[in-house]
């Protein structure tokens, strides 16, 4: 099935592998039939890229450069992390990448929210989205390989759909990692690409840095997910719940024989087992 294809690439270069990624995965059928496109980074708080904590800004261009030679031409790069985040842009090298890209930088900690009711709620029944987020129809996740501490046990495409909440409104979500079969209702990535240049293990905020050297990439974000939590040294049958509950929910599917890697690498090629954090729940 080929939304269940996903590429895993191996090199130092986030831009070229980020590229070659959306190329290995066909992500030019997607581009087609959308006209908006808002690539989602990870900033939580103002450290680098290669501190293990935020999204690389050159995997960043990659992805936009990658959109632009497939017909691509309104595109935003968007976050609402727990920092300031305009300034966040501007130290991180987020300004340079969008003055030479001519792309929009949006700061969604400061755009007001726009209340959404989940269609069929499981775990949280609303959500306060970041109005601007409505505006684009591809959303493409950019997070950080990195391990969290809470019940969530990773921050991968998924979890990073958090940031495109209104400022002020994320707390329910980040409490209840299962509340993220509801949070899919309404918002889903069209493109997931993980920076795995420089992981993060574990803590979310305070990462300790681990050189990984990949890049994931898919459709299925449920599947560059778990593929991304295995490359980080989880087995099958320990993949976080939310991982687990969204393809019993039907968004996406986490049984690694059952996804089509691409790439030169395989996950037993470049797994390292990242210390994690925190108590979890057992599926």
């Not at 595109?75 to 969008?98: M, P």
């Not at 574990?202 to 991304?228: C, F, Q």
């Amino acid at each position: 099935m080929s939304g269940s294809l996903v590429a895993l690439l191996r090199g130092t270069d986030g831009k070229e592998l980020a590229y070659k990624a959306l190329s290995a995965i066909s992500a030019d059928e997607v581009i087609s039939i959308r006209k908006r496109f808002l690539v989602k980074v990870n900033i939580t708080i103002m450290k680098t890229a290669a501190e293990g904590i935020t999204t690389d800004p050159m995997m960043t261009e990659g992805i936009i450069e990658y959109l632009k030679d497939h017909g691509a031409k309104d595109i935003a790069i968007a976050e609402g992390g727990g920092c300031d985040v305009t300034r966040a842009y501007q130290k991180l090298g987020f300004n340079e990448i969008a003055s030479r890209q001519n792309v929009k930088l949006i700061d969604l900690n400061r755009e007001e929210g726009v209340l959404k009711k989940v269609p069929i709620p499981h775990y949280i029944s609303e959500f306060w989205i970041a109005k601007p987020v409505l505006e684009y129809d591809c959303l493409i996740s950019a997070p950080k390989l990195k391990i969290h501490a809470l019940d969530w046990q990773v921050t991968l495409a998924m979890k990073n759909l958090m940031g495109l909440l209104a400022r002020g409104k994320r707390g329910s979500i980040h409490r209840e990692d299962r509340g993220i079969v509801d949070l899919l209702q309404l918002l889903k990535p069209d493109l997931s690409v993980i920076d795995g240049i420089i992981g993060g293990e574990e803590h979310e905020l305070r990462s300790k840095p681990v050189e990984m050297n990949v890049i994931i990439a898919g459709k299925d974000y449920v599947a560059t997910d778990a593929v991304g939590a295995a490359v980080m040294g989880f087995s099958e049958h320990e993949l976080p719940r939310h991982i687990r509950l969204s393809e019993e929910m039907g968004f996406g599917t986490c049984a690694l024989s059952k996804i089509k890697l691409v790439g030169d690498v395989t996950i037993d090629d470049v797994k390292k087992n990242f210390k994690r954090s925190g108590s979890h729940w057992l599926w």
